[in-house]
Structure formats: structure tokens, C-alpha cells
């Protein structure tokens, strides 16, 4: 599986792409709110992270956790806000943070990168709070110019499997436009 370039970290902070993926408004009809504590995992450069930020306001925090460092150092080069907490994973499947940490946990376009995704999504599952609620953004499984080669990507109903499958409840999934698909559930304490 291939890992975003991170030579390539400006173009996602492009107009042509805060069109189609406008980050308030994606992080605000997903149920972020002031005061929470969201963990943006394969946070990049601070697309969501940096507009989370503002959402949350002064007492909620934005973990940014990144395998990269150096995605990491050109999110830090924007003097983010001090409620972003930069953290370097150790490794696709362990995020250096406590156990149920998370209110609001966001996966923008990273599952389809895991060789193992079921451990992903667990390692996921482990930092986020009883009826803490995931996002997940990820490409539609189509053939298209941009984004990752169609065999990498995860079809919505395949996804939706999985997470129901490691005790997941789906609350709402809907296409973004005609390239991405959200998916949006809870942790639910009553399951495994």
C-alpha cells in the first residue's frame, strides 16, 4: 500500500479542493462541537486538523496524529493553534495515546492505506470513548485519474462490514460528491 507523498502536502490545502471538500462544514454536519476532544488520525499537513481547532474552541483538543514526521513538521510550520497536540504514531496499528481518549475520531482518506485494516480500525476503536463517534472519508471504489489506484481502495459496503464485524453501529454513511463516501458510526460499549 502506498502512503501519501509528503512532498505533495500542498496541494491538499488547494481552493479546488476546499470546494469539493470543504472542512468546516464536513467536521460540523459530522457532529464535531465545541468542547470535544477529536483524535484527526493521518492528519497530514492540518487540513481538518487546523479548522477542527477552531471548532472545538479553547476547551476541547485536536490530537493530530501522523506516521509521517515529516507530514508533522509542515503542519507545525503553520503555527497551529495551541489546542493541536502533533503526535508521531509508532506504527500504522499504534497511536501513542491513552485508551478511550477520543469524542470524535477522523480518518480523512488513510484506512485504504493499511495492509491490515481490521487491526486499524481496532487500534482506532481502543482510543475512542464508549459511544464516541468515528468518521471515516474515503474514496469511492472507482476508476479515476485522481486518488489511489483502484485496487487500494475500500468500497463503502466492504468498510461498513468490517466496522459493524468489530463492533461498530453505523449512524450515517452518504456520498461526499462524486469521488468520496463518508462513513459515520459509533463505538458501542454494549458490543464486543
Known sequence: MHKFNPQDAEHL????????LPPEEILTSCGLRKGMTMVDVGCGSGYFAIP?????????K??????????????????PPANIIPVLAKGDYEFP?????????????????????????????????????????????QHEEMGPPYEERISKDELMALLNK??????????????????????DENRV
Not at 13 to 18: I, L, P, Q
Not at 63 to 71: K, L, N, T
Not at 104 to 111: E, G, K, M
Open 52 to 60: 477542527a481547532s477552531k471548532i472545538v474552541g479553547d476547551f476541547g
Open 97 to 141: 495515546l491513552e485508551d478511550k481518549v477520543s469524542d470524535f475520531t477522523f480518518l480523512a482518506f488513510v484506512t485504504h492505506e493499511n495492509d491490515d485494516v481490521i487491526k486499524f480500525l481496532n487500534e482506532v476503536k481502543r482510543i475512542t470513548k464508549d459511544n464516541g463517534r468515528v468518521v471515516i472519508l474515503e474514496w469511492k471504489k
Open 13 to 20: 490545502h488547494d481552493e479546488r479542493r476546499k470546494e469539493i
Open 62 to 79: 485536536v490530537y493530530a496524529v501522523d506516521i509521517q514526521e515529516e507530514m508533522l513538521n509542515k503542519l507545525k510550520q503553520k503555527n
Open 166 to 187: 468489530i463492533g461498530f453501529s453505523i449512524i450515517e454513511h452518504a456520498d461526499i460528491n462524486q469521488s468520496h463516501y463518508k462513513i459515520i458510526c459509533v463505538r
